[in-house]
T-cell receptor
């Protein structure tokens, strides 16, 4: 049973560039959430996707956008990168509906460094 | 707004001794509380959760947590610490739609 997979694991970008991060949820899960974890801090909620729509959004600017595909996988896009966007980006999957258990399953993360 | 607080940045304990990692919460309504562990350069791993029922919750790797409504606490415990338990521990509270609000984390260091 494959867990949550994320790619790439590491990447380096320069200020002003754009980045796309990818996530495949745990098998059978239909909901994907994205979190940003800056160095030395707890993860911060970016947004959540369910049924291919953004269902909830945290306190992040519009430079952060996402998408969910029919197979439940998801992308996180960040435009006009700033130095402060350097962080570990975590994808988490979960299940809605009657089989919902409540906990999130996290991937290993994508570490973004902006120079 | 719902929140959790982890008052200790770091907890040090000798191997074989009991450990406690503290968490307090502030929520409206019934709290849904979680503990996750993060090893260096890794994602978060689920340890345990409290939704309802018994105040003592048992989880993975021998960890347990005690829910205390009067003290609004959800402390993580283990009777006998292992060096391999050394990691970063996060307490979290769940809002609607499974959004988690995390604490700032507590680094657990277990010394041989």
């Amino acid at each position: 049973d494959a867990g949550v997979t994320q790619s790439p694991t590491h990447l380096i970008k320069t200020r002003g560039q754009q980045v796309t991060l990818r996530c495949s949820p745990k098998s059978g899960h239909d909901t994907v959430s994205w979190y940003q974890q800056a160095l030395g801090q707890g993860p911060q909620f970016i947004f959540q996707y369910y049924e291919e729509e953004e269902r909830q959004r945290g306190n992040f600017p519009d430079r952060f956008s996402g998408h969910q595909f029919p197979n439940y996988s998801s992308e996180l896009n960040v435009n006009a990168l700033l130095l402060g966007d350097s962080a570990l980006y975590l994808c988490a999957s979960s299940l809605q509906g009657v089989r919902r258990t409540g906990e999130l399953f996290f991937g290993e993360g994508s570490r973004l460094t902006v120079l | 707004a719902q929140s959790v607080a982890q008052p200790e940045d770091q907890v040090n304990v000798a191997e074989g001794n009991p450990l406690t990692v503290k968490c307090t919460y502030s929520v409206s309504g019934n709290p849904y509380l979680f503990w996750y562990v993060q090893y260096p350069n890794r994602g978060l791993q689920f340890l345990l959760k409290y939704i309802t029922g018994d105040n003592l919750v048992k989880g993975s790797y021998g960890f347990e947590a005690e829910f205390n409504k009067s003290q609004t606490s959800f402390h993580l415990k283990k009777p006998s610490a292992l060096v391999s338990d050394s990691a970063l521990y996060f307490c979290a509270v769940r809002e609607a739609t499974d959004k988690l609000i995390f604490g700032t984390g507590t680094r657990l260091q277990v010394f041989p």
